[in-house]
């Protein structure tokens, strides 16, 4: 039964809630207690009880098909994701509601993540198994968002995303950059220069097009931050650029290509067969392992393709330029990812400060000798 009694200076409404659970709440004016009482009374009698919570009855195989539905055409998913979502499925189970994982059952897969070693056999790298948290926290918070759960059980408890070590900056030295080159296959000398000519990334120089390439700009529109920029061609790259046009007379739309059976028919005896074998060029979609081979034989250790874009910004910084100017033609978002590279532009800043050399130095001894004879 519901009542307002009065408690002190205060007025208490009490009642039982659908559950059974006994509600008491204070309220200054007896005309509000009244007023949020009827309110509660009226609503339990419809059914409408705030209190009361939905049956949320999603399970992670709904969840998994709905994100697929609507994430599908990113890049990222094709990559990744999807082989993140399957292994969301067989941890937890597909046919398990999204209301019964627990934060504990997050913070068990994220530990059982940081012990499975990778398909190579490898230990797994921190920012993998952030990689793979950060998807799963997306598709909980798209879950909240589509009403198919009440809370996120992320919210429950501190993050769950491992610090990571950014601090790796491995570039190239000058020396290291000509040996590098000296031992690339002449379509792969053509990418590592323009990745080192223009801090591109790798997907953005293999997708690369002639179309893109006009005013002494490349037009990059599909970028990993879906915002489009232009890198500036400088005229070591420009020559790059016509070496290439030269030897492959616009036969393909894409800038770096091989020529297909051009080693076939150099290793064939038959004269027909070598005729009927002609030399397509085809686009460049991997480079990994010619790149690694190249990177052997010039005996550069501990370096990846990826480190080509830090050799641009570094040698960048170290020749003067700002890092405002490194942030836009890199493309990043923040100088926040620009900042690491700030300590190679120390000798730059020292050459900047000694233009002040003198300023506050004495007079030279002619100057002080005249100086003296006027003050005596």
Same mark, same amino acid.
């Given at each position: 039964m519901a009542t307002i009694r009065k408690r002190g200076n205060s007025y208490e409404i009490d009642y039982f809630d659908p559950t059974g659970k006994r509600i008491r709440k204070c309220f200054k004016k007896k005309k509000i207690a009244r007023a949020e009482l009827a309110k509660r009374v009226s609503l339990i009698a419809e059914g409408r009880y705030l209190d009361v919570k939905r049956d949320y009855k999603a399970t992670l195989k709904e969840l998994v098909e709905k994100y697929t539905e609507i994430f599908q055409q990113q890049t990222s998913f094709q990559n990744w994701k999807k082989y993140c979502l399957d292994n969301f499925k067989i941890y937890f189970g597909e046919d398990t509601k999204l209301a019964n994982i627990r934060y504990v059952n997050l913070e068990t897969y994220r530990n059982c993540l940081r012990k499975k070693p990778t398909i190579k056999g490898t230990p797994r790298t921190d920012a993998a198994v952030n990689r793979e948290m950060s998807c799963l926290h997306h598709i909980f918070n798209k879950a909240l968002e589509w009403e198919m759960i009440e809370r996120s059980p992320f919210d429950k408890g501190k993050s769950l995303l491992l610090k990571?070590?950014?601090?790796?900056?491995?570039?190239? $030295?000058?020396?290291?950059?000509q040996k590098l080159l000296k031992e690339c296959p002449k379509y792969l000398r053509g990418v590592v220069e323009c990745a080192i000519h223009t801090g591109m990334r790798k997907g953005e120089i293999l997708s690369l097009k002639w179309s893109q390439i006009r005013n002494g700009l490349i037009y990059l529109e599909k970028t990993k931050t879906n915002e489009a920029r232009q890198v500036p061609i400088n005229d070591t790259l420009a020559l790059v650029f016509k070496e290439i046009r030269r030897d492959r007379q616009f036969q393909s739309e894409h800038v770096f290509t091989y020529l297909k059976n051009e080693e076939k028919r150099k290793t064939d005896k038959s004269v027909k067969r070598r005729k009927k074998l002609k $030399? !397509?060029? !085809?686009a460049v979609k991997d480079v990994k392992k010619s790149f690694g081979? $190249?990177?052997?034989?010039a005996g550069i250790d501990d370096f990846k393709f990826h480190d080509l874009r830090h050799t641009f910004a570094s040698q960048m910084i170290m020749r003067g330029a700002s890092l405002k100017e490194v942030q836009e033609i890199l493309g990043h978002k923040t100088m926040t990812m620009t900042m690491r590279y700030a300590h190679l532009s120390q000798e730059h800043k020292k050459k900047a400060v000694n233009l002040l050399n003198g300023l506050t130095a004495p007079k030279d001894s002619k100057? $002080?000798?005249c100086h003296k004879s006027v003050t005596s």
């Open positions: 990571e070590n950014n601090k790796r900056l491995r570039f190239l $030295s000058e020396d290291e950059i $030399s !397509v060029p !085809v081979a $190249s990177l052997t034989r100057n $002080s000798t």
